[in-house]
Protein backbone atom coordinates (compact mmCIF):
# COMPACT_ATOMS: atom_id res chain seq x y z
CA UNK A 1 0.00 0.00 0.00
CA UNK A 2 2.82 2.23 0.72
CA UNK A 3 5.29 1.18 -2.40
CA UNK A 4 2.01 2.46 -4.54
CA UNK A 5 1.30 5.59 -2.42
CA UNK A 6 5.22 6.40 -2.92
CA UNK A 7 4.60 5.40 -7.00
CA UNK A 8 1.92 7.63 -7.33
CA UNK A 9 3.61 10.81 -5.34
CA UNK A 10 7.07 10.56 -7.48
CA UNK A 11 5.49 9.81 -10.91
CA UNK A 12 3.55 13.55 -10.42
CA UNK A 13 6.85 14.98 -9.27
CA UNK A 14 9.75 13.41 -10.95
CA UNK A 15 11.81 16.06 -8.98
CA UNK A 16 11.69 14.45 -5.78
CA UNK A 17 12.41 11.03 -6.75
CA UNK A 18 16.42 11.39 -6.22
CA UNK A 19 16.09 13.05 -3.43
CA UNK A 20 13.23 10.72 -1.66
CA UNK A 21 13.77 7.45 -3.29
CA UNK A 22 16.83 6.73 -0.77
CA UNK A 23 15.06 7.51 2.33
CA UNK A 24 11.96 5.39 0.53
CA UNK A 25 13.81 2.65 -0.13
CA UNK A 26 15.34 2.43 3.09
CA UNK A 27 12.27 2.49 4.96
CA UNK A 28 10.73 -0.09 2.63
CA UNK A 29 13.58 -2.25 3.45
CA UNK A 30 12.93 -2.05 6.92
CA UNK A 31 9.38 -2.60 6.89
CA UNK A 32 9.60 -5.83 4.62
CA UNK A 33 12.21 -7.28 6.95
CA UNK A 34 10.75 -6.38 10.03
CA UNK A 35 7.38 -7.84 8.40
CA UNK A 36 9.28 -10.86 7.66
CA UNK A 37 10.10 -11.49 11.19
CA UNK A 38 7.09 -10.99 12.58
CA UNK A 39 5.34 -13.48 10.06
CA UNK A 40 7.91 -15.92 10.72
CA UNK A 41 7.33 -15.96 14.31
CA UNK A 42 3.32 -16.77 12.64
CA UNK A 43 4.84 -19.78 11.35
CA UNK A 44 6.23 -21.19 14.39
CA UNK A 45 10.07 -20.66 13.64
CA UNK A 46 12.05 -19.30 16.53
CA UNK A 47 13.34 -16.08 16.04
CA UNK A 48 15.44 -14.07 19.19
CA UNK A 49 13.55 -10.51 21.34
CA UNK A 50 16.87 -8.56 20.40
CA UNK A 51 16.22 -9.40 16.65
CA UNK A 52 12.59 -8.24 16.95
CA UNK A 53 13.41 -5.03 18.91
CA UNK A 54 16.36 -4.21 16.15
CA UNK A 55 13.98 -4.59 12.96
CA UNK A 56 10.96 -3.02 14.76
CA UNK A 57 13.43 0.25 15.55
CA UNK A 58 14.95 0.21 12.46
CA UNK A 59 12.21 0.22 10.82
CA UNK A 60 10.75 3.17 12.86
CA UNK A 61 13.67 5.22 12.62
CA UNK A 62 13.81 5.02 9.04
CA UNK A 63 10.44 5.87 8.45
CA UNK A 64 10.76 8.82 10.76
CA UNK A 65 14.09 10.10 8.30
CA UNK A 66 11.55 9.46 5.42
CA UNK A 67 9.42 11.81 7.47
CA UNK A 68 11.46 14.87 7.71
CA UNK A 69 12.94 14.29 4.11
CA UNK A 70 9.43 14.30 3.17
CA UNK A 71 8.49 17.64 4.75
CA UNK A 72 11.67 19.16 3.67
CA UNK A 73 10.77 18.27 0.01
CA UNK A 74 7.53 19.95 0.17
CA UNK A 75 8.78 23.39 1.39
CA UNK A 76 11.42 22.99 -1.27
CA UNK A 77 8.26 22.35 -4.13
CA UNK A 78 6.53 24.92 -2.30
CA UNK A 79 8.89 27.45 -2.82
CA UNK A 80 10.08 26.42 -6.50
CA UNK A 81 6.01 26.80 -7.38
CA UNK A 82 5.88 30.26 -5.69
CA UNK A 83 9.16 31.40 -7.78
CA UNK A 84 7.72 29.62 -10.96
CA UNK A 85 4.01 31.13 -10.89
CA UNK A 86 4.58 34.99 -9.95
CA UNK A 87 1.72 35.77 -12.73
CA UNK A 88 -0.98 34.03 -10.75
CA UNK A 89 0.68 34.90 -7.34
CA UNK A 90 -2.35 35.45 -5.27
CA UNK A 91 -4.41 32.72 -6.58
CA UNK A 92 -1.43 30.54 -6.30
CA UNK A 93 0.05 31.60 -2.83
CA UNK A 94 -3.61 31.42 -2.05
CA UNK A 95 -3.86 27.62 -3.95
CA UNK A 96 -0.82 26.64 -2.27
CA UNK A 97 -1.20 28.21 1.07
CA UNK A 98 -4.15 25.85 1.37
CA UNK A 99 -2.60 22.73 -0.29
CA UNK A 100 0.40 23.41 1.80
CA UNK A 101 -2.00 23.44 5.03
CA UNK A 102 -3.83 20.47 3.83
CA UNK A 103 -1.15 18.57 3.30
CA UNK A 104 1.17 20.02 6.10
CA UNK A 105 -2.47 18.92 8.23
CA UNK A 106 -2.68 15.42 6.49
CA UNK A 107 1.07 14.72 6.68
CA UNK A 108 0.79 15.79 10.19
CA UNK A 109 -1.84 13.79 10.92
CA UNK A 110 -0.76 10.83 9.13
CA UNK A 111 2.89 11.30 10.58
CA UNK A 112 1.20 11.86 14.41
CA UNK A 113 -0.86 8.74 13.78
CA UNK A 114 2.23 6.67 12.18
CA UNK A 115 4.64 7.74 14.92
CA UNK A 116 1.98 6.51 17.20
CA UNK A 117 1.49 3.46 15.88
CA UNK A 118 5.32 3.36 15.23
CA UNK A 119 5.67 4.16 19.05
CA UNK A 120 3.11 2.59 20.52
CA UNK A 121 5.07 -1.48 18.27
CA UNK A 122 8.21 0.07 19.97
CA UNK A 123 6.95 0.16 23.51
CA UNK A 124 5.16 -2.98 22.67
CA UNK A 125 8.47 -4.58 21.18
CA UNK A 126 10.74 -3.12 23.82
CA UNK A 127 8.59 -4.35 26.69
CA UNK A 128 8.60 -8.02 25.11
CA UNK A 129 12.28 -7.86 24.54
CA UNK A 130 12.27 -6.70 28.51
CA UNK A 131 10.75 -10.10 29.15
CA UNK A 132 7.24 -8.74 29.62
CA UNK A 133 4.71 -10.53 27.98
CA UNK A 134 1.55 -9.38 29.36
CA UNK A 135 1.07 -6.44 27.14
CA UNK A 136 -1.99 -5.18 25.68
CA UNK A 137 -2.22 -4.52 22.65
CA UNK A 138 -5.84 -3.17 20.85
CA UNK A 139 -5.21 -3.42 16.84
CA UNK A 140 -7.90 -1.25 15.15
CA UNK A 141 -6.12 -0.54 11.65
CA UNK A 142 -5.70 -2.32 8.80
CA UNK A 143 -3.04 -1.03 7.55
CA UNK A 144 0.47 -2.66 7.46
CA UNK A 145 1.28 -0.55 11.09
CA UNK A 146 -1.74 -2.76 12.23
CA UNK A 147 -0.83 -5.62 11.09
CA UNK A 148 2.55 -4.95 12.29
CA UNK A 149 0.84 -4.50 16.00
CA UNK A 150 -1.51 -7.45 15.22
CA UNK A 151 1.80 -9.41 14.26
CA UNK A 152 3.72 -8.22 17.29
CA UNK A 153 0.58 -9.10 19.34
CA UNK A 154 0.37 -12.60 18.19
CA UNK A 155 4.24 -13.16 17.98
CA UNK A 156 3.74 -11.55 22.02
CA UNK A 157 1.09 -14.81 23.10
CA UNK A 158 3.46 -17.58 20.69
CA UNK A 159 6.12 -15.85 22.93
CA UNK A 160 4.28 -16.18 26.55
CA UNK A 161 3.17 -20.05 25.61
CA UNK A 162 6.74 -20.75 24.54
CA UNK A 163 8.29 -19.00 27.73
CA UNK A 164 5.48 -20.39 29.71
CA UNK A 165 6.71 -24.19 28.22
CA UNK A 166 9.87 -22.79 28.72
CA UNK A 167 9.72 -21.98 32.15
CA UNK A 168 7.89 -25.30 32.72
CA UNK A 169 10.66 -27.11 31.11
CA UNK A 170 13.37 -25.23 33.08
CA UNK A 171 11.50 -25.98 36.50
CA UNK A 172 11.28 -29.54 35.20
CA UNK A 173 15.05 -29.65 34.31
CA UNK A 174 15.39 -28.34 37.83
CA UNK A 175 14.01 -30.86 39.50
CA UNK A 176 15.46 -33.62 37.45
CA UNK A 177 18.93 -31.85 38.14
CA UNK A 178 18.21 -31.78 41.88
CA UNK A 179 17.16 -35.26 42.06
CA UNK A 180 20.04 -36.61 39.56
CA UNK A 181 22.21 -34.49 41.97
CA UNK A 182 20.40 -36.23 45.42
CA UNK A 183 20.29 -39.70 43.47
CA UNK A 184 22.58 -42.36 44.21
CA UNK A 185 22.65 -43.65 40.83
CA UNK A 186 25.99 -42.13 39.84
CA UNK A 187 25.05 -40.42 36.34
CA UNK A 188 26.98 -38.98 33.34
CA UNK A 189 25.54 -36.99 30.30
CA UNK A 190 27.21 -36.36 26.82
CA UNK A 191 26.21 -34.50 23.96
CA UNK A 192 26.00 -35.91 20.53
CA UNK A 193 29.51 -35.50 19.69
CA UNK A 194 30.36 -37.35 23.19
CA UNK A 195 31.52 -34.24 25.06
CA UNK A 196 30.67 -34.62 28.72
CA UNK A 197 27.91 -32.48 29.64
CA UNK A 198 27.25 -33.46 33.37
CA UNK A 199 28.43 -35.67 36.02
CA UNK A 200 26.20 -35.65 39.15
CA UNK A 201 27.73 -36.21 43.03
CA UNK A 202 27.42 -39.51 42.63
CA UNK A 203 29.37 -39.76 39.54
CA UNK A 204 32.11 -37.98 41.00
CA UNK A 205 32.16 -39.41 44.46
CA UNK A 206 33.03 -42.93 42.14
CA UNK A 207 35.95 -41.19 39.86
CA UNK A 208 37.00 -39.54 43.66
CA UNK A 209 36.97 -43.09 45.36
CA UNK A 210 39.21 -44.84 42.18
CA UNK A 211 41.10 -41.94 40.66
CA UNK A 212 44.28 -43.53 41.45
CA UNK A 213 43.07 -46.87 39.67
CA UNK A 214 41.34 -44.82 36.63
CA UNK A 215 44.93 -42.72 36.13
CA UNK A 216 47.03 -45.80 36.11
CA UNK A 217 45.29 -46.88 33.28
CA UNK A 218 44.13 -43.62 31.65
CA UNK A 219 47.16 -40.94 32.37
CA UNK A 220 45.20 -38.28 31.02
CA UNK A 221 41.91 -38.84 32.87
CA UNK A 222 41.58 -35.34 35.47
CA UNK A 223 38.28 -35.42 37.65
CA UNK A 224 38.41 -32.06 37.84
CA UNK A 225 38.40 -31.19 33.91
CA UNK A 226 35.57 -34.20 32.92
CA UNK A 227 33.48 -31.70 31.97
CA UNK A 228 33.54 -30.19 28.74
CA UNK A 229 36.15 -33.26 27.83
CA UNK A 230 35.00 -35.74 25.44
CA UNK A 231 33.87 -39.32 26.64
CA UNK A 232 36.85 -40.86 24.46
CA UNK A 233 38.78 -40.17 27.46
CA UNK A 234 37.42 -43.50 28.95
CA UNK A 235 38.67 -45.64 26.17
CA UNK A 236 41.87 -46.70 24.95
CA UNK A 237 40.77 -47.83 22.00
CA UNK A 238 37.59 -44.42 21.08
CA UNK A 239 36.52 -45.28 17.36
CA UNK A 240 35.62 -48.21 18.82
CA UNK A 241 33.77 -47.40 21.13
CA UNK A 242 32.26 -44.22 19.39
CA UNK A 243 30.89 -46.62 16.43
CA UNK A 244 29.20 -48.86 18.97
CA UNK A 245 27.49 -45.89 21.13
CA UNK A 246 26.67 -44.16 18.00
CA UNK A 247 24.58 -47.31 16.87
CA UNK A 248 22.53 -47.48 19.72
CA UNK A 249 19.11 -47.85 19.94
CA UNK A 250 18.27 -48.86 23.20
CA UNK A 251 20.39 -49.41 26.56
CA UNK A 252 23.91 -50.99 26.39
CA UNK A 253 25.47 -52.55 29.84
CA UNK A 254 29.09 -53.69 29.65
CA UNK A 255 31.38 -54.32 32.80
CA UNK A 256 35.41 -53.24 32.39
CA UNK A 257 37.87 -54.05 34.60
CA UNK A 258 40.76 -52.16 35.91
CA UNK A 259 43.22 -53.21 38.22
CA UNK A 260 40.99 -54.80 41.33
CA UNK A 261 38.29 -53.04 40.69
CA UNK A 262 35.08 -53.94 38.58
CA UNK A 263 32.76 -51.09 37.16
CA UNK A 264 29.36 -51.73 35.62
CA UNK A 265 28.04 -49.00 32.68
CA UNK A 266 24.77 -49.04 31.42
CA UNK A 267 24.51 -45.87 28.29
CA UNK A 268 21.72 -45.36 26.48
CA UNK A 269 20.94 -42.77 23.96
CA UNK A 270 19.03 -39.91 24.32
CA UNK A 271 16.63 -38.96 21.77
CA UNK A 272 14.34 -36.05 21.06
CA UNK A 273 11.83 -36.14 18.09
CA UNK A 274 13.39 -39.06 16.42
CA UNK A 275 16.91 -37.39 16.51
CA UNK A 276 19.77 -38.58 18.88
CA UNK A 277 21.08 -35.41 20.73
CA UNK A 278 22.93 -37.24 23.19
CA UNK A 279 24.29 -39.85 25.81
CA UNK A 280 23.56 -40.62 29.51
CA UNK A 281 25.86 -43.01 31.37
CA UNK A 282 25.28 -44.93 34.21
CA UNK A 283 28.24 -45.84 36.36
CA UNK A 284 28.36 -48.78 38.77
CA UNK A 285 31.36 -49.35 40.93
CA UNK A 286 30.58 -53.40 41.08
CA UNK A 287 33.75 -54.27 42.66
CA UNK A 288 32.16 -55.16 46.22
CA UNK A 289 29.19 -57.02 44.59
CA UNK A 290 31.85 -58.89 42.36
CA UNK A 291 33.60 -59.69 45.09
CA UNK A 292 31.00 -61.07 47.43
CA UNK A 293 29.67 -62.42 44.20
CA UNK A 294 32.79 -64.37 43.92
CA UNK A 295 32.28 -65.16 47.72
CA UNK A 296 29.09 -66.63 47.11
CA UNK A 297 29.99 -68.70 44.73
CA UNK A 298 32.76 -70.11 46.46
CA UNK A 299 30.20 -70.51 49.75
CA UNK A 300 27.89 -72.04 47.19
CA UNK A 301 30.83 -74.61 45.92
CA UNK A 302 31.61 -75.47 49.71
CA UNK A 303 28.36 -76.14 50.46
CA UNK A 304 27.99 -77.71 46.84
CA UNK A 305 30.82 -80.21 47.98
CA UNK A 306 29.52 -80.07 51.71
CA UNK A 307 26.23 -81.15 50.37
CA UNK A 308 27.53 -83.57 47.92
CA UNK A 309 29.75 -85.54 51.33
CA UNK A 310 26.66 -85.10 53.43
CA UNK A 311 24.36 -86.94 50.45
CA UNK A 312 27.29 -89.81 50.05
CA UNK A 313 27.41 -89.94 54.02
CA UNK A 314 23.75 -90.16 54.29
CA UNK A 315 23.42 -93.25 51.66
CA UNK A 316 26.19 -94.86 52.95
CA UNK A 317 24.25 -94.53 56.44
CA UNK A 318 21.43 -95.24 54.97
CA UNK A 319 22.68 -98.57 53.29
CA UNK A 320 25.18 -99.82 56.30
CA UNK A 321 24.15 -102.38 58.64
CA UNK A 322 24.69 -100.88 61.84
CA UNK A 323 21.94 -99.05 63.74
CA UNK A 324 22.66 -95.41 63.63
CA UNK A 325 20.69 -92.10 65.10
CA UNK A 326 21.98 -88.64 64.39
CA UNK A 327 20.73 -86.14 66.97
CA UNK A 328 21.76 -81.93 67.21
CA UNK A 329 23.32 -80.48 69.81
CA UNK A 330 19.85 -80.30 71.72
CA UNK A 331 19.83 -84.19 71.71
CA UNK A 332 16.74 -83.92 69.20
CA UNK A 333 16.64 -86.78 66.96
CA UNK A 334 17.15 -85.70 63.59
CA UNK A 335 18.07 -88.65 61.99
CA UNK A 336 17.35 -92.47 61.64
CA UNK A 337 19.36 -95.37 58.85
CA UNK A 338 16.94 -97.87 57.72
CA UNK A 339 18.62 -100.39 59.90
CA UNK A 340 17.98 -98.45 63.60
CA UNK A 341 14.40 -98.20 62.19
CA UNK A 342 13.77 -101.59 61.76
CA UNK A 343 15.58 -102.61 65.12
CA UNK A 344 13.19 -100.16 66.54
CA UNK A 345 10.22 -101.47 65.04
CA UNK A 346 11.15 -104.87 66.15
CA UNK A 347 11.10 -103.79 69.65
CA UNK A 348 8.69 -101.73 69.71
CA UNK A 349 6.19 -103.75 71.73
CA UNK A 350 8.69 -104.96 74.63
CA UNK A 351 9.69 -100.65 74.25
CA UNK A 352 5.90 -99.87 75.09
CA UNK A 353 5.97 -102.20 78.40
CA UNK A 354 8.91 -99.80 80.02
CA UNK A 355 8.18 -96.95 78.06
CA UNK A 356 4.41 -96.18 77.37
CA UNK A 357 5.01 -93.40 75.02
CA UNK A 358 7.28 -94.68 73.12
CA UNK A 359 6.29 -94.67 69.12
CA UNK A 360 8.67 -95.81 66.54
CA UNK A 361 7.27 -93.28 63.69
CA UNK A 362 7.49 -90.23 65.80
CA UNK A 363 10.82 -90.32 66.88
CA UNK A 364 12.47 -87.59 64.45
CA UNK A 365 12.05 -84.69 65.74
CA UNK A 366 11.59 -85.32 69.86
CA UNK A 367 14.43 -85.45 71.90
CA UNK A 368 16.31 -88.36 72.98
CA UNK A 369 14.94 -88.28 76.37
CA UNK A 370 12.12 -90.82 75.07
CA UNK A 371 14.41 -93.39 75.97
CA UNK A 372 15.42 -92.83 79.38
CA UNK A 373 13.61 -93.08 82.82
CA UNK A 374 15.87 -90.04 84.18
CA UNK A 375 16.34 -88.12 81.19
CA UNK A 376 18.36 -85.25 83.53
CA UNK A 377 21.01 -87.78 83.73
CA UNK A 378 21.59 -88.31 80.67
CA UNK A 379 21.47 -85.02 79.66
CA UNK A 380 24.17 -83.97 81.72
CA UNK A 381 26.26 -87.45 80.19
CA UNK A 382 25.77 -86.39 76.77
CA UNK A 383 26.39 -82.37 77.01
CA UNK A 384 29.71 -83.16 78.40
CA UNK A 385 30.88 -85.65 76.14
CA UNK A 386 34.24 -85.77 74.52
CA UNK A 387 34.57 -88.89 73.14
CA UNK A 388 33.31 -92.32 72.65
CA UNK A 389 30.74 -93.53 75.31
CA UNK A 390 29.46 -97.46 75.71
CA UNK A 391 26.76 -98.25 77.49
CA UNK A 392 24.58 -101.70 78.23
CA UNK A 393 20.61 -101.27 78.62
CA UNK A 394 18.89 -103.51 80.21
CA UNK A 395 14.66 -102.96 79.19
CA UNK A 396 11.66 -104.96 79.05
CA UNK A 397 13.63 -107.77 78.87
CA UNK A 398 16.35 -106.79 76.56
CA UNK A 399 19.71 -106.33 76.02
CA UNK A 400 20.52 -103.10 74.09
CA UNK A 401 24.10 -101.86 73.31
CA UNK A 402 24.87 -98.09 73.10
CA UNK A 403 27.62 -96.21 71.60
CA UNK A 404 27.65 -92.57 71.56
CA UNK A 405 30.08 -90.40 69.84
CA UNK A 406 30.22 -86.13 70.17
CA UNK A 407 29.88 -84.59 66.46
CA UNK A 408 32.25 -81.51 65.87
CA UNK A 409 32.88 -79.15 63.02
CA UNK A 410 36.32 -78.38 61.88
CA UNK A 411 36.42 -75.69 64.33
CA UNK A 412 36.18 -77.63 67.42
CA UNK A 413 31.82 -76.50 67.82
CA UNK A 414 30.06 -79.44 69.03
CA UNK A 415 26.77 -79.58 66.42
CA UNK A 416 25.48 -83.15 67.69
CA UNK A 417 25.52 -86.56 68.71
CA UNK A 418 25.90 -89.50 66.66
CA UNK A 419 24.42 -92.91 68.29
CA UNK A 420 25.21 -96.70 67.40
CA UNK A 421 22.59 -99.14 68.59
CA UNK A 422 22.91 -102.82 68.84
CA UNK A 423 20.02 -105.24 69.90
CA UNK A 424 22.21 -108.12 71.83
CA UNK A 425 19.32 -109.95 73.43
CA UNK A 426 19.23 -112.68 71.32
CA UNK A 427 23.19 -112.34 70.99
CA UNK A 428 23.04 -112.90 74.77
CA UNK A 429 20.82 -115.60 74.93
CA UNK A 430 22.48 -117.37 72.16
CA UNK A 431 25.70 -116.36 74.24
CA UNK A 432 24.52 -118.58 77.22
CA UNK A 433 23.44 -121.26 75.73
CA UNK A 434 26.69 -121.96 73.98
CA UNK A 435 28.39 -121.41 77.40
CA UNK A 436 26.26 -123.79 78.49
CA UNK A 437 27.08 -126.10 75.58
CA UNK A 438 30.19 -125.39 75.96
CA UNK A 439 30.83 -126.40 80.04
CA UNK A 440 28.66 -129.59 78.83
CA UNK A 441 30.82 -130.25 76.15
CA UNK A 442 33.92 -129.84 78.17
CA UNK A 443 32.77 -132.27 80.76
CA UNK A 444 32.15 -134.96 77.93
CA UNK A 445 28.78 -134.48 77.75
CA UNK A 446 27.77 -133.77 73.95
CA UNK A 447 24.05 -134.33 73.97
CA UNK A 448 23.37 -130.69 74.65
CA UNK A 449 21.62 -128.97 71.36
CA UNK A 450 21.15 -125.06 70.87
CA UNK A 451 17.20 -124.36 70.73
CA UNK A 452 16.39 -123.23 67.35
CA UNK A 453 13.19 -121.79 67.67
CA UNK A 454 12.75 -117.77 67.14
CA UNK A 455 16.51 -117.81 65.48
CA UNK A 456 17.34 -116.30 61.92
CA UNK A 457 20.08 -115.47 60.04
CA UNK A 458 23.49 -115.64 61.87
CA UNK A 459 22.18 -116.96 65.07
CA UNK A 460 20.30 -119.86 63.55
CA UNK A 461 23.36 -120.38 61.37
CA UNK A 462 25.64 -120.34 64.13
CA UNK A 463 23.47 -122.21 65.82
CA UNK A 464 22.86 -125.31 63.26
CA UNK A 465 26.17 -125.17 62.90
CA UNK A 466 27.13 -126.02 66.53
CA UNK A 467 24.09 -128.71 66.54
CA UNK A 468 26.01 -130.34 63.78
CA UNK A 469 29.21 -130.04 64.99
CA UNK A 470 27.92 -131.66 68.29
CA UNK A 471 25.49 -134.18 66.63
CA UNK A 472 28.58 -135.29 64.30
CA UNK A 473 31.26 -135.36 67.79
CA UNK A 474 28.66 -137.44 69.79
CA UNK A 475 28.11 -139.95 66.91
CA UNK A 476 31.76 -139.86 66.33
CA UNK A 477 32.75 -140.21 69.52
CA UNK A 478 29.65 -142.60 70.49
CA UNK A 479 30.88 -145.30 67.65
CA UNK A 480 34.47 -144.80 68.80
CA UNK A 481 33.53 -145.33 72.35
CA UNK A 482 31.96 -148.63 71.12
CA UNK A 483 34.07 -150.01 69.10
CA UNK A 484 36.82 -149.39 71.72
CA UNK A 485 34.41 -151.38 74.61
CA UNK A 486 34.25 -154.26 71.95
CA UNK A 487 37.89 -154.14 71.81
CA UNK A 488 38.42 -153.92 75.50
CA UNK A 489 36.15 -156.74 75.83
CA UNK A 490 38.42 -158.92 73.12
CA UNK A 491 35.58 -158.68 70.46
CA UNK A 492 38.31 -157.47 67.23
CA UNK A 493 36.14 -158.20 64.31
CA UNK A 494 33.84 -155.12 65.01
CA UNK A 495 34.86 -151.70 62.83
CA UNK A 496 33.90 -148.07 62.62
CA UNK A 497 31.83 -148.84 59.37
CA UNK A 498 30.44 -144.71 59.61
CA UNK A 499 31.40 -142.30 57.00
CA UNK A 500 33.83 -139.56 59.05
CA UNK A 501 35.52 -136.68 57.93
CA UNK A 502 38.30 -134.50 59.12
CA UNK A 503 39.22 -135.70 62.70
CA UNK A 504 36.95 -137.65 63.20
CA UNK A 505 37.51 -139.50 59.83
CA UNK A 506 41.81 -140.04 60.61
CA UNK A 507 40.31 -141.38 64.51
CA UNK A 508 38.13 -144.14 62.90
CA UNK A 509 41.09 -144.85 60.26
CA UNK A 510 43.21 -145.05 63.42
CA UNK A 511 40.70 -147.14 65.42
CA UNK A 512 39.98 -149.65 62.10
CA UNK A 513 43.74 -149.78 61.76
CA UNK A 514 44.60 -150.44 65.52
CA UNK A 515 42.16 -153.38 65.21
CA UNK A 516 43.05 -154.87 62.21
CA UNK A 517 46.90 -154.59 63.93
CA UNK A 518 45.61 -156.08 67.15
CA UNK A 519 43.82 -158.97 64.96
CA UNK A 520 47.08 -159.24 63.51
CA UNK A 521 49.09 -159.24 66.37
CA UNK A 522 46.96 -161.94 68.20
CA UNK A 523 46.97 -164.40 65.51
CA UNK A 524 50.82 -164.14 65.85
CA UNK A 525 50.90 -164.84 69.01
CA UNK A 526 48.32 -167.92 69.16
CA UNK A 527 50.74 -169.63 66.21
CA UNK A 528 53.44 -168.69 68.19
CA UNK A 529 52.09 -170.46 71.10
CA UNK A 530 51.41 -172.97 69.97
CA UNK A 531 54.73 -173.51 68.00
CA UNK A 532 55.96 -172.85 71.92
CA UNK A 533 53.78 -175.51 73.06
CA UNK A 534 54.93 -177.86 71.23
CA UNK A 535 58.66 -177.23 71.70
CA UNK A 536 57.57 -177.12 74.94
CA UNK A 537 56.49 -181.19 74.75
CA UNK A 538 59.70 -181.91 72.59
CA UNK A 539 61.98 -180.23 75.70
CA UNK A 540 59.83 -182.68 77.91
CA UNK A 541 61.34 -185.73 76.66
CA UNK A 542 64.66 -184.37 76.26
CA UNK A 543 64.40 -183.13 79.85
CA UNK A 544 62.91 -186.53 81.22
CA UNK A 545 65.65 -188.65 78.88
CA UNK A 546 68.15 -186.22 80.17
CA UNK A 547 66.68 -186.55 83.94
CA UNK A 548 67.32 -190.28 83.56
CA UNK A 549 70.77 -190.16 82.40
CA UNK A 550 71.27 -187.58 84.95
CA UNK A 551 70.65 -190.12 87.35
CA UNK A 552 72.14 -192.96 85.68
CA UNK A 553 75.32 -190.23 85.61
CA UNK A 554 74.72 -189.29 89.00
CA UNK A 555 74.78 -192.99 90.53
CA UNK A 556 77.85 -193.86 88.78
CA UNK A 557 79.20 -190.97 90.10
CA UNK A 558 78.51 -191.74 93.52
CA UNK A 559 79.91 -194.62 93.13
CA UNK A 560 83.49 -193.36 91.90
CA UNK A 561 83.28 -191.05 95.06
CA UNK A 562 82.63 -194.05 97.22
CA UNK A 563 85.41 -195.96 95.70
CA UNK A 564 88.29 -192.48 95.64
CA UNK A 565 86.73 -192.59 99.20
CA UNK A 566 87.97 -195.85 100.11
CA UNK A 567 91.18 -195.49 98.45
CA UNK A 568 92.50 -193.20 99.95
CA UNK A 569 91.34 -194.35 103.40
Known amino acids: ??????????????????????????????????????????????????????????????????????????????????????????????????????????????????????????????????????????????????????????????????????????????????????????????DSDFNILYLNNAVKTLFKNNEDVLKSNLPSFNIETLVGTNIDTFHKNPAHQRSMMQQLTQPFTTSIELDDITIQITVAPIVVNGSRVGTVAEWKDMTAIVSAENTEKLRQEELRVIAEENSRFRSALDNVTANVMVADVENVIIYMNPAVIRMMQNIETELRDALPGFNVDKLIGQNIDAFHKNPSHQQGLLSNLKGTYKAAIEVAGLNLQVIANPIFTEEGVRIGTVVEWANQTAELRVEAEISQIVTAAAAGDFSERVPMDGKSGFFENLGSGINEILETSEVGLNDISRVLTLVSEGELTEQISAEYHGIFGKLKGDVNNTINRLSHVISDVRENANAIAQASQEVSGTSQSLSQGASEQAASVEQTSSSIEEMQA
Open 1 to 190: MLESDFVRVFSANDGITDNLSSDQNNFLNNQKRFKNIVNTILAGQDSSSQEIFAAGSSSIQTLSTLYAAVSEQLVVLLDERVDGLQSDLTTSILLVVTMAIVSLGLMFYIAQATLKAVDRAKNVATEIAAGNLDNIIDVKASDELGQLLGAIGSMQTMLKERGDATDKAIAWATQLEQALESSTASVMIA
